[in-house]
């Protein structure tokens, strides 16, 4: 792959700007703040990062309800603090990858206002409007958020279509007008120095045009309806016009359609973020389905390869709980299965997100108390429960497993107050051990699950089979082991992690032609000892040629 593009040898790292580093003293982090901690990211080896929305916004739903598309909300800086960092991270050789809510606005972003002031507004036919009354609605679709999808406004006597808050109207993205101000937008971005943009839900463009009733009322609406090409197509010109590296959140996508949007040629995306390994997420089942997992991921890996596409290696984000919690086990092997978690997805084939304290093995919040969580949905999931009578510590239960608030939390710096990311109370609690996981204590650990990651990604690029080569599963049929061999000309490397609690043993591959490279455990390097200990990873190099 001599013409391999840049982010096919990247990492990349998610920033949740709110929460990342306050510089001026108010508990919320800001755009100065990340200015300050570039050297971390340099450090770790990241290459681009994605900044997570950051536009003037109601703030309903942690800034991806825009009030106005081309600003910055006051509370992380000013469009100079974010042509300053662009600077900064392109001195530093990173790339920056801005994050694009075009499904929905704000209720409170100007168009809306129009919209509703003036039916005869060209703004009006920016958002969905059904026929409906105070009482009725105009169909069975609901709000992923919970609760009917239709929202009336007696001043226009018909309801507006929200996929998600009734504070987020969804554009219309069956007027060209709506395209075409997205597609000015990206340009105005891309004028003021990106290299990249995630936009965000492109799975929910696309609305049902009969407007009927749904089997699935939270999904039948949106997913695989066909002609969001046409949308995409839209906006093709202005992303190769200005080579932006882009990202699709892809939620539900099938393998067909993935396989098509990131072809080479014809495609709309270089990288797809799809749910299909962590929607398990949503039921909060306790026990890992390791099974499952081999079976979700290697479809992913074969397709794609199959295909010419490339995939988004990613276990946390800010929609996510930690993936230490909830993959791995935080109590009895925090440390350990971070890293076993890390080895594990990161060197399969494709490029790697991080999301911002992941690569501390930073556990989820462990909130008690709904007054703990700021997150709208988690919010909103807790009233709509205890109004159907679940008990509430049976919600709190689900929430401290589930909650997007989990990931929130501050990034933690140091030992000190606050985790030394503020001075001043921070806008949300932070998350558990903050004294001993942080930045500056694990930055000094030759143990840490920091520094597992940083050695971790740099024999990443150093290896071309471990980048480029081709992903083979080698399936144990258990429900322990992940197992998978990167291969390329005959250079051969063996993955083999246990994501259980139990030692797990195996005859499915052999080890005595092997040298152990890498691993997050003291192990015997000349055993072939095929005696795995709990959440133990190790990588291999395969000397010889089967
Ligand atoms: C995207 C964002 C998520 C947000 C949703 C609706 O999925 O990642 O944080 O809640 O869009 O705006």
Do not use: C
């Amino acid at each position: 792959m001599a013409d391999a593009q840049w982010w096919q040898h990247a990492v990349g790292y998610e920033i949740y700007p709110q929460s990342f580093f306050d510089s001026n003293h108010d508990g919320v982090g800001d755009l100065p703040g990340i200015q300050t901690k570039i050297s971390y990211l340099t450090s770790l080896g990241v290459d681009f990062v994605w900044l997570s929305a950051f536009y003037p916004s109601g703030q309903v739903d942690s800034g991806y309800d825009v009030t106005d598309y081309r600003g910055i909300d006051p509370q992380y800086g000013t469009l100079a603090d974010f042509t300053a960092l662009v600077t900064a991270f392109h001195a530093a050789n990173i790339k920056v990858v801005i994050d694009l809510a075009l499904n929905h606005t704000s209720s409170q972003h100007p168009w809306f206002q129009a919209a509703v002031q003036d039916p005869a507004s060209p703004y009006h036919d920016y958002y969905v409007w059904r026929p409906a009354t105070a009482t009725t609605v105009p169909n069975n679709w609901e709000s992923i958020f919970g609760g009917s999808a239709w929202t009336y406004v007696p001043a226009v006597d018909a309801a507006y279509l929200h996929t998600f808050a009734e504070d987020q109207p969804d554009l219309n993205w069956e007027n060209s007008a709506v395209r075409r101000e997205m597609a000015a937008t990206i340009q105005w971005w891309a004028d003021r120095g990106i290299d990249g943009v995630r936009l965000d839900g492109v799975t929910h463009l696309k609305k049902r045009q009969d407007f009927a009733n749904v089997g699935h009322p939270r999904m039948d609406y949106y997913q695989d309806v066909a002609g969001t090409d046409v949308f995409l197509a839209a906006l093709k010109p202005v992303l190769t016009r200005n080579q932006l590296f882009v990202i699709g959140e892809a939620g539900g996508i099938d393998m067909p359609t993935a396989q098509r949007w990131l072809d080479p040629q014809q495609g709309f995306f270089d990288l797809l973020l799809e749910f299909d390994h962590v929607h398990f997420w949503e039921k909060a089942e306790p026990k890992l389905p390791v099974a499952a997992l081999r079976a979700t991921l290697s479809k992913w890996q074969f397709g794609l390869e199959k295909s010419g596409g490339w995939n988004a290696l990613f276990i946390e984000n800010h929609d996510l709980p930690r993936a230490v919690s909830y993959y791995g086990n935080a109590t009895d092997y925090r440390r350990r299965s971070a890293k076993a978690l890390a080895l594990w997805y990161l060197l399969m084939k494709g490029t790697p997100f991080i999301y911002q304290g992941q690569e501390l093995g930073l556990p989820n919040a462990g909130f008690t108390q709904i007054s703990q969580y700021r997150d709208l949905d988690s919010r909103l999931y807790y009233q709509q429960q205890r109004a159907a009578g679940v008990p509430a510590k049976q919600v709190l239960a689900q929430l401290a497993m589930g909650s997007r608030d989990n990931a929130r939390t501050p990034m933690p710096w140091t030992h000190q107050q606050y985790g030394g990311f503020s001075d001043h109370e921070p806008w949300i609690q932070l998350a558990p051990g903050t004294d001993q996981i942080n930045v500056e204590r694990e930055s000094h650990d030759p143990h840490s699950v920091l520094t597992f990651y940083q050695q971790l990604i740099r024999l990443k690029k150093s290896v071309p089979a471990l980048e480029q080569g081709r992903y083979e599963l080698i399936d144990t049929r258990d429900d322990q082991l992940y197992v998978y061999r990167r291969t390329l000309n005959g250079d051969n490397w063996l993955v083999v992690v246990n994501m259980s609690n139990q030692v797990a043993t195996t005859q499915e591959f052999d080890l005595t032609t092997s040298e152990l490279i890498f691993t997050n455990t003291e192990v015997d390097a000349d055993s072939d000892d095929l005696e795995i200990h709990p959440w133990e990873a190790r990588l291999y190099h395969l000397r010889k040629l089967e």
